[in-house]
C-alpha cells in the first residue's frame, strides 16, 4: 500500500510516521511524478491559500482535483479539510478548493493560534471519543446530504468535526498529533477496498 502525502507545505513528516507506524509505504508528493501510482493521499494541515497556491505552481492542481473529485481515497486534516471543501465561506478570491467533499467550510473559523485547543471529539461511529488537537482549525458550517459526520464537539451545536463521503474523510483537526491512528487506519482500509 502506498500512501501519498501531499508534501508542498504543512506537517507532512508527522503523518509520515503515522503511515509507517501503520505499515504502509509513504509517497512524499511534489510533483506529477510522484503523485502517478498511489492508493491513497493524505492531504495535510497546513496553510490552505499557500497550499493551493503551491499546487497550481506545481502542476499539480490537476491531478489531485481529479482525484479528490472523484472521491478516491484521502485523508484532508485541518487545512487538508478546507481543500477538499466544495465551497470555502471566507477564502480569497484567488483561492479555489479541489472539491469533492460536500460540505461548506470556514478558514480558521475556530479563531487564530492563540484560540488553539485540546479536546474529545463524540466519534461513536469510530467505536470511542478522539482526543482531538485543533490547530487555527476551520469549522463545518454545512453538510451535504450524501456527507456521513463520524465526530462532532460536545456541547450544545454538536458541531461535526469529522466528515465522509465516498473514499474522501475531512477532518477539522490534527488526528496524527494526537497519537491515535484510527483516522489514517480508516483511509487505508477505504484505499485497500478500492483495490480489491
Same mark, same amino acid.
Given at each position: ?16 510516521? %503515522?503511515?509507517?507506524?501503520?505499515? !504502509?509505504?509513504?509517497?512524499? %508528493? ?54 477538499? !471543501? ?22 480558521? @473559523?475556530? @479563531? ?9 471529539? &463524540? ?6 471519543? $478522539?482526543?482531538? =488537537? $485543533?490547530?487555527? &482549525? ?22 461535526? =468535526? #469529522? ?5 474522501? #474523510? @475531512? ?19 477505504? &484505499?485497500? !477496498? !478500492?483495490?480489491?
Amino acid at each position: 500500500m502506498r500512501v501519498g502525502v501531499l508534501a508542498l507545505q504543512g506537517d507532512v513528516r508527522e503523518h509520515a510516521v %503515522v503511515v509507517r507506524r501503520l505499515g !504502509a509505504e509513504v509517497v512524499e %508528493v511534489r510533483s506529477r511524478a510522484s503523485f502517478s501510482d498511489v492508493d491513497a493521499l493524505i492531504l495535510p494541515g497546513g496553510e490552505s491559500t499557500t497550499m493551493g497556491l503551491l499546487l497550481d505552481k506545481s502542476g499539480l492542481r490537476p491531478a489531485v482535483e481529479e482525484w479528490t473529485r472523484s472521491q478516491r481515497p484521502t485523508l484532508g486534516t485541518c487545512a487538508g479539510l478546507v481543500l477538499l !471543501a466544495n465551497e470555502v465561506e471566507d477564502g480569497r478570491p484567488d483561492q479555489h478548493p479541489l472539491g469533492g467533499l460536500d460540505v461548506v467550510v470556514r478558514r480558521n @473559523g475556530h @479563531g487564530r493560534q492563540r484560540y488553539s485547543f485540546e479536546t474529545t471529539v &463524540a466519534c461513536d461511529e469510530l467505536g470511542s471519543p $478522539f482526543d482531538a =488537537v $485543533f490547530i487555527r &482549525a476551520p469549522r463545518i458550517t454545512s453538510v451535504g446530504h450524501d456527507v456521513e459526520v463520524l465526530g462532532r464537539l460536545e456541547g450544545e451545536d454538536f458541531e461535526p =468535526v #469529522i466528515v465522509s463521503q465516498g473514499g474522501l #474523510i @475531512g477532518c477539522a483537526f490534527h488526528p496524527e498529533l494526537a497519537g491515535d491512528d484510527r483516522l489514517h487506519g480508516l483511509l487505508l482500509e477505504r &484505499a485497500e !477496498a !478500492a483495490l480489491a
